[in-house]
């Protein structure tokens, strides 16, 4: 397995992309540290579909927006599973709703912006002291962050391409301590953020302009999770990588 005895942390890792990722995690031997937000339920279906599998799991609520409920996401890890921790996945965010420049208030436009960027910050700061030389973290961007994003998304665009160049100023920073700093920039993958946010007609235009013609799985983003989190990519850091099916190239 190639993550075998790592302890991990999922911050969003209870649905859709963060739950693929933790259970993919778990899968190839890691320890699952399972943050979520609000639904219980999905984040208890997610523990219970690990451990029925063989692995092993935790979860914790918290508000990655908040340092209080982000130190104590960390310290139920480190409870749990020691004083180490080697992966950091940062999947929590979200475009919350679409709206233009026109429609948005100062308070709407900072909360886009704390819950894609500040919750990778406060969960970075906190953890990264107790990786060890090898470890992994990798952040959720979005083509948004490139392409600047679809009608009424340009507060989450905007944290999104922060984010990026969060990514590179931390694998600059955390490079000389052995530690691995990478984003993926997800296109149009079947998750609930499309069911809430793209019409169904934008959905199938854009996987039939997609070079592979369909949209991406939450379970194909996870995978490739799991090697940046593995020795498998130990040369590659500060990198922001689509994965979009070939529908934008960087």
Same mark, same amino acid.
């Given at each position: 397995m190639l @993550?075998? /005895?790592?302890?991990?942390?999922? #911050?969003?890792?209870?649905?859709?992309?963060?739950?693929?990722? $933790?259970? !993919? @995690?778990?899968?190839?031997?890691?320890?699952?540290?399972? /943050?979520?937000?609000?639904?219980?339920? &999905?984040?208890?279906?997610?523990?219970?579909? *690990?451990?029925?599998?063989?692995?092993?799991?935790?979860?914790?609520?918290?508000?990655?927006?908040?340092?209080?409920?982000?130190?104590?996401?960390?310290?139920?890890?480190? %409870?749990?599973?020691?004083?180490?921790?080697?992966?950091?996945?940062?999947?929590?965010?979200?475009?919350?709703?679409? !709206?233009?420049?026109?429609?948005?208030?100062?308070?709407?436009?900072?909360?886009?912006?704390? @819950?894609?960027?500040? =919750?990778?910050?406060?969960?970075? &700061?906190?953890?990264?002291?107790?990786?060890?030389k090898g $470890?992994?973290?990798?952040?959720?961007? $979005?083509?948004?962050? !490139?392409?600047?994003?679809?009608?009424?998304?340009?507060?989450?665009? #905007?944290? !999104?391409?922060?984010?990026?160049?969060?990514?590179?100023?931390?694998?600059? %920073?955390?490079?000389?301590?052995? *530690?691995?700093?990478?984003?993926?920039?997800?296109?149009?993958?079947?998750?609930?953020?499309?069911?809430?946010? =793209?019409?169904?007609?934008?959905? %199938?235009?854009?996987a039939v302009?997609?070079?592979?013609?369909?949209?991406?799985?939450?379970?194909?983003?996870?995978?490739?999770?799991?090697?940046?989190?593995?020795?498998?990519?130990?040369?590659?850091?500060? =990198?922001?990588?689509?994965? /979009?099916?070939?529908?934008?190239?960087?």
């Amino acid at each position: 397995m190639l @993550l075998e /005895n790592k302890v991990a942390i999922v #911050t969003g890792g209870a649905r859709d992309i963060g739950k693929a990722i $933790s259970l !993919k @995690l778990a899968s190839e031997g890691a320890k699952v540290v399972i /943050n979520y937000f609000d639904n219980e339920a &999905q984040a208890t279906q997610t523990l219970i579909e *690990i451990k029925a599998a063989g692995g092993d799991a935790i979860i914790v609520q918290g508000d990655m927006t908040k340092k209080e409920d982000v130190d104590n996401v960390v310290a139920q890890a480190t %409870e749990a599973y020691g004083d180490q921790v080697d992966i950091l996945v940062n999947v929590a965010g979200g475009l919350v709703a679409r !709206k233009k420049i026109d429609e948005m208030d100062l308070d709407f436009f900072n909360f886009v912006i704390q @819950l894609n960027l500040n =919750t990778a910050f406060l969960m970075t &700061q906190a953890v990264a002291p107790l990786m060890p030389k090898g $470890s992994s973290i990798v952040n959720f961007a $979005s083509q948004a962050g !490139k392409d600047g994003g679809g009608p009424g998304a340009s507060a989450y665009a #905007t944290a !999104k391409g922060a984010l990026m160049t969060f990514t590179r100023s931390m694998a600059k %920073e955390l490079g000389p301590k052995g *530690i691995r700093v990478n984003s993926l920039c997800p296109g149009m993958i079947a998750t609930t953020f499309h069911d809430t946010f =793209t019409a169904t007609a934008v959905r %199938e235009k854009v996987a039939v302009s997609t070079p592979l013609g369909r949209e991406g799985r939450a379970e194909e983003v996870a995978d490739f999770v799991a090697c940046l989190a593995s020795n498998q990519s130990s040369f590659v850091t500060g =990198t922001n990588i689509d994965i /979009n099916g070939g529908l934008m190239f960087s």
